[in-house]
C-alpha cells in the first residue's frame, strides 16, 4: 500500500466533516473547527490532561523498549504472541495503533509491513514519531473517546497495555470498534482483574504516588530502584518461596524473565516501576466483562485468553451480522 496522506485518513470528531490544510494546521471542511499540526502531528487534545505522566515517561525513555534499541524481540514477542499477526496478515494493511506510547508495537506492526497510524493522548506522541521516521507511519495526539477517523477505515485495530489507564474502560474498548472495517481483526489487552491483585505493591502505594508531582515520583523512584532490585533478587534467590515472595517488593523486576543486561533490567525497572505508581487510573477488567463489552460492541469469535495481560480479540461484524 502506498502512503496516504493522513488528512484524507482524518474526520472530524465533533461533526464528522473531513479536513483540508490551513496554516500551520487542520481545518474542518464543514465546521471549520481548526486542529494545530506541531512537529507534523495533529494536535486534537491539549497539552496537560490525565495522561501527561505518560508523556514525561515515554519521552525519559523514548528508546528504551524498541526492539531496535535493546537488539531483543521482548517486543515483538509480545505482539506476536497477543496479535497472532504474521507479515501475510499485515503487509499492505492500514492499521490503528491507539495507546502508541513511544512505538514499541507500531514498529513491530511496520517492520510486518503495514501502514500505521499511532494515536496517544499525551506527548509520547513526539517520541514515537522521533522514533520511527517512515512515510508509512502517521501520528495523531487525540482522545480515544473522540477518534478522529471515519467509521470503517482500518483493516485492523490494536491497543496493547493502555485502557486499563483510561477513565472508563468501558467506553475505551468500545470505541476502538467504529474505525475498524467490517471483518477486520481487533486485538486488546487489560490488566487481569483477580484477588491476587490487590497483593501487588501498586496497589496499596497508588492511594499515595498518584497524588505526586511527576517529577519528584520519578525521583524518588529512579534513587529506590538500584536498591530495590537487590532485595528482591536477594529474595528471590530463596528456595521454593522466593520467586512469589519476590514479588512482594515494590520494582519492576525482570531478573529472569526477560532476556535483558543488567543495565538494561535497572532501565525498565525504573520505567516500568513508575508505570505502576503514576497513571491516574489503573482499573482491571475480568475476562467474562471484557468479552460481553467486545460482543455489545459487534465483535464476533471473541477469544479472551491470558498472555501477558489479559487478551482479547475479535472481528468486526458485517452490518447484516449485526442487526441479527
Not at 81 to 102: F, I, K, N, S
Not at 156 to 165: D, E, F, M, P, R
Not at 291 to 305: N, P, S, T, Y
Amino acid at each position: 500500500m502506498a502512503a496516504r496522506p493522513l488528512a484524507g485518513l482524518l474526520r472530524c470528531p465533533a461533526c464528522g466533516g473531513s479536513f483540508a490544510e490551513a496554516d500551520s494546521g487542520l481545518r474542518c471542511q464543514a465546521c471549520t473547527r481548526f486542529v494545530p499540526v506541531v512537529n507534523g502531528i495533529p494536535r486534537f487534545v491539549p497539552a496537560d490532561n490525565y495522561a501527561a505522566n505518560f508523556g514525561f515517561q515515554w519521552n525519559r525513555f523514548r528508546r528504551t523498549q524498541l526492539d531496535s534499541h535493546s537488539g531483543v524481540p521482548v517486543s515483538r514477542d509480545r505482539f506476536l504472541r497477543e496479535t497472532g499477526w504474521t507479515a501475510d496478515r499485515l503487509a499492505g494493511t492500514l492499521v490503528l495503533d491507539v495507546g502508541c506510547g513511544a512505538g514499541r508495537f507500531a514498529e513491530i506492526a511496520l517492520a510486518l509491513g503495514a501502514t500505521v497510524v499511532a494515536v496517544d493522548y499525551s506527548s509520547a506522541v513526539d517520541a514515537c514519531r522521533a522514533n520511527l521516521p517512515t512515510a508509512r507511519l502517521h501520528v495523531v495526539q487525540a482522545d480515544i473517546y473522540a477518534l478522529p477517523f471515519a467509521p470503517e477505515t482500518f483493516d485492523s485495530v490494536y491497543s496493547l497495555g493502555v485502557i486499563q489507564h483510561t477513565p472508563d474502560v468501558e467506553r475505551a474498548v468500545k470505541a476502538l470498534v467504529p474505525p475498524l472495517k467490517a471483518g477486520g481483526e481487533i486485538v486488546v489487552d487489560v490488566y487481569r482483574k483477580h484477588w491476587k491483585g490487590w497483593l501487588h505493591p501498586r496497589m496499596w502505594l497508588r492511594p499515595f504516588t498518584t497524588r505526586m508531582d511527576a517529577g519528584r515520583l520519578f525521583r524518588m523512584v529512579e534513587g529506590a530502584t538500584p536498591g530495590l532490585l537487590a532485595v528482591s533478587n536477594a529474595i528471590g534467590a530463596i528456595p521454593a518461596v522466593g520467586p512469589q515472595l519476590r514479588r512482594l517488593v515494590p520494582v519492576a523486576n525482570h531478573s529472569g524473565l526477560l532476556p535483558l543486561s543488567s543495565a538494561q533490567i535497572e532501565e525498565w525497572a525504573i520505567l516500568d516501576t513508575y508505570d505502576w505508581l503514576a497513571p491516574a487510573y489503573d482499573q482491571p477488567q475480568t475476562a467474562e466483562t471484557l468479552l460481553r463489552w467486545l460482543v455489545e460492541a459487534g465483535v464476533i469469535d471473541v477469544e479472551v485468553f491470558k498472555a501477558d495481560h489479559l487478551t482479547a480479540r475479535g472481528y468486526k461484524a458485517a452490518d447484516d451480522a449485526r442487526r441479527h
